[in-house]
């Protein structure tokens, strides 16, 4: 089966958008730089990107520490088991002002907590059992075995309220690219905010900011998926 692509994603959200928002008559095809031309009776092009919390690069970014979570979990129950044997099942919350800096002793701090719980009954683990361990905020042991037992990372969302200089910083960095969009007579920038996403998914408002000012961009629009929410920042 075919990996879905960039352009998969965007023309995805493209067709969502298109439903809670009130387009120019025109037709549409779909392409790159910019991501969208709507032909009605200007030429516009749409570039669509993601709202981020965080840049994806920083180690400390929600997007990084998923990945990091879940193999730090993994590994954890690959060695556990293979050195014991029992297929108890464990449920770990992540601290988020806590980021993972060095996966391989967090690992053997886990192994080591679950050597001394492994023997206790199903519940919920005290946290002061597992202080030494800043970058965990719970930890829930099933006690039974399961044939396909697995440890899982719970996803505790704090859903923040959208950054105007977070914004402002993905709008200048999609001006400054802006040199390779195909003419238009218009651009618009749309940005996304994935809700089923946590490093995406924040509450959307402009009430109280100023304006995003641009050049480029006729229109910014932000769009939070599922909840049909759009605001334009310009």
């Keep these: 089966m075919r990996k879905a692509s960039n352009q998969d994603f965007e023309r995805h959200y493209f067709e969502m958008f298109r439903k809670d928002y009130l387009l120019p008559q025109g037709t549409i095809t779909y392409g790159d730089r910019p991501d969208v031309i709507l032909h009605s009776d200007k030429k516009i092009g749409v570039e669509i990107t993601n709202f981020y919390h965080e840049k994806g690069h920083l180690a400390e970014s929600e997007q990084a520490q998923r990945k990091l979570r879940e193999k730090v979990i993994s590994e954890s129950q690959r060695i556990y088991q293979m050195e014991n044997g029992k297929k108890i099942e464990l449920t770990f919350g992540f601290e988020k002002a806590n980021p993972i800096q060095d996966k391989k002793k967090l690992v053997k701090k886990i192994l080591e907590l679950v050597r001394h719980i492994d023997e206790w009954k199903t519940g919920k683990i005290r946290k002061e059992i597992f202080k030494h361990i800043p970058e965990l905020s719970f930890v829930y042991l099933n006690a039974e075995e399961y044939d396909d037992a697995k440890w899982?990372?719970?996803?505790?969302?704090?859903?923040?309220?959208?950054?105007?200089?977070?914004?402002?910083?993905?709008?200048?960095?999609?001006?400054?690219?802006?040199?390779?969009?195909?003419?238009?007579?218009?651009?618009?920038?749309?940005?996304?905010?994935?809700?089923?996403?946590?490093?995406?998914?924040?509450?959307?408002?402009?009430?109280?900011?100023?304006?995003?000012?641009?050049?480029?961009?006729?229109?910014?629009?932000?769009y939070k998926t599922l909840f049909g929410h759009v605001v334009e920042a310009k």
């Design 152 to 222: 899982r990372v719970m996803q505790v969302n704090d859903v923040p309220i959208m950054s105007r200089d977070r914004l402002i910083d993905i709008v200048r960095d999609k001006e400054k690219r802006s040199r390779e969009y195909r003419k238009c007579d218009d651009y618009w920038l749309l940005v996304v905010v994935d809700f089923i996403n946590p490093a995406q998914d924040q509450e959307i408002q402009i009430e109280g900011f100023e304006k995003i000012q641009s050049e480029i961009f006729e229109k910014i629009i932000i």
